[in-house]
C-alpha cells in the first residue's frame, strides 16, 4: 500500500489527484492538502473584476467534490515539509506520512517586492485571486464613471 500526498488543490492539484485516483492501486491511499476548503476558478477572475461573475459563481466546495472520487481530502495548510522523514505537519498539529508527495501550490504572490505594487495599499489592482478581482471590480465601476487613460499591464 502506497501513501500518497498532494499538496494543494488549484488546477494542478486537483488534475493531479484525479489522474493518480484512475492510475493506483486499490489498496493505496490518496490525501489532498491544501489551505482553503473552497476553489476558485482563477481563469474566470477577470470576467469577476468586470462584474461579467460572482465569486460563488466560479467556485467549488472541495471537500465533496473529492469525497465523490474517493479522495481524502485536508483543507489545512501545511506548515513543514520534511522529506528525510517522508512526512508533512499540518498548521493544527498533526502529521501525515507519505511514501509519494506531489507538490502543486501554486505561485505565492510578492507584491512587496515592488514598491506600490499590489492591491494591498499598493496602487494597482490584480486579478490573480478572486478576492483580488472583487477589489478590482469596485475600483474599475469607479474607473468607469470618469474615465481617462489607464496603464494595463503584467508584472
Not at 91 to 119: C, H, M, N, Q, R
Request: glycine share 8%; with cysteine.
Amino acid at each position: 500500500m502506497a501513501e500518497i500526498v498532494i499538496m494543494g488543490a488549484g488546477l494542478a492539484g486537483a488534475i493531479m489527484a484525479y489522474e493518480m485516483k484512475d492510475q493506483m492501486r486499490p489498496e493505496d491511499n490518496l490525501t489532498v492538502v491544501t489551505k482553503d476548503p473552497v476553489y476558485h476558478f482563477v481563469p474566470s477572475n477577470p470576467w469577476v473584476a468586470v462584474g461579467w461573475r460572482t465569486r460563488e459563481a466560479i467556485q467549488v466546495d472541495l471537500a465533496p467534490t473529492f469525497a465523490r472520487r474517493g479522495i481524502n481530502f485536508k483543507p489545512v495548510p501545511v506548515s513543514k515539509v520534511s522529506p528525510q522523514e517522508n512526512s508533512i505537519e499540518l498548521e493544527d498539529g498533526s502529521k501525515l506520512a507519505y511514501d509519494y508527495l506531489v507538490i502543486a501550490t501554486g505561485p505565492e504572490l510578492a507584491f512587496d517586492e515592488i514598491e506600490g505594487l499590489g492591491p494591498h495599499g499598493g496602487f494597482t489592482n490584480s486579478i490573480c485571486h478572486v478576492d483580488h478581482a472583487l477589489k478590482a471590480s469596485v475600483t474599475f465601476e469607479e474607473f468607469c464613471k470618469n474615465p481617462k487613460p489607464i496603464i494595463v499591464g503584467a508584472v
